[in-house]
């Protein structure tokens, strides 16, 4: 089955800095890649997700990149918040399949 | 808005004792997802229906059962919740697997307590 790994575990960046975060997966025919945000007890929220047809998606300050080839895909966020600090989920799926794999998560801080 | 809705929003039950969690959702999505997250974790997904048809995860345990009486509703059913059955539940939607990609909305989760 799909394997998703997720780097850093833990992120502290200055505002206004940008922060990423990796993900790099298994299954070649995984083919949708969202990206969740999860504040404390709260459910995740999806944010931004990109598709197998396409390199890179940008969302405001929020973009993603996909490689394919490397099977990894990228959160990007430029000109963090503090609002930005959360939890951040990346997942994998692929075709016809209701299923989603995460990865282990990244606790994203943004220090004023 | 359209939207998935959990109640109750937080939850303690004795242990042994049966809880039962409820999720329902405007989106009018048919598949339905039941997932246990634990701190600091992802979530696990314990099991989910599409349409009426019912599929379990392998590793999950047969004291978590669910129930779907409509498109709208699911339950989750937890038989002798013990401690280590304390978590988020996070139910979640999805439009049909028949479509290339599977965007899932989640809920905001019940906190379930076990004393």
């Known amino acids: 089955g799909e394997n998703v790994e997720q780097h850093p575990s833990t992120l502290s960046v200055q505002e206004g800095d940008s922060a990423v975060i990796k993900c790099t997966y298994s299954?070649?025919?995984?083919?949708?890649f969202p990206w969740y945000k999860q504040e404390l007890g709260k459910g995740p929220q999806l944010i931004i997700d990109?598709?197998?047809?396409?390199g890179e998606k940008k969302d405001q300050r929020i973009a993603v990149t996909l490689n394919k080839t490397a099977k990894h895909f990228s959160l990007h966020i430029t000109e963090t918040q503090p609002e930005d600090s959360a939890v951040y989920f990346c997942?994998?799926?692929?075709?016809?399949?209701?299923?989603?794999?995460f990865g282990t998560g990244t606790r994203l801080t943004i220090i004023p | 808005d359209a939207m998935v809705i959990q109640n109750p929003r937080y939850q303690v039950t004795q242990f042994g004792k049966p809880v039962t969690l409820s999720c329902s959702q405007t989106?009018?999505?048919?598949?339905m997802y039941w997932y246990q997250q634990k701190s600091s974790q992802a979530p696990k997904l314990l099991f989910h229906?599409?349409?009426?048809?019912?599929?379990n995860e392998a590793d999950t345990p047969d004291n978590f059962q669910s129930r779907r009486p409509n498109t709208s509703f699911c339950f989750l059913d937890i038989r002798s919740p013990g401690l280590g059955d304390a978590a988020m539940y996070l139910c979640?939607?999805?439009?049909?697997?028949?479509?290339?990609?599977?965007?899932?909305?989640f809920g905001p989760g019940t906190r379930l307590t076990v004393l």
């Open positions: 229906y599409y349409d009426k048809d019912f599929n």
């Open positions: 997942a994998a799926s692929g075709f016809g399949n209701e299923k989603l794999t």
């Open positions: 979640a939607t999805s439009v049909s697997a028949g479509v290339v990609y599977n965007e899932q909305f």
């Open positions: 299954d070649s025919a995984s083919n949708y």
């Open positions: 990109i598709r197998s047809n396409v």
């Open positions: 989106l009018n999505h048919n598949v």
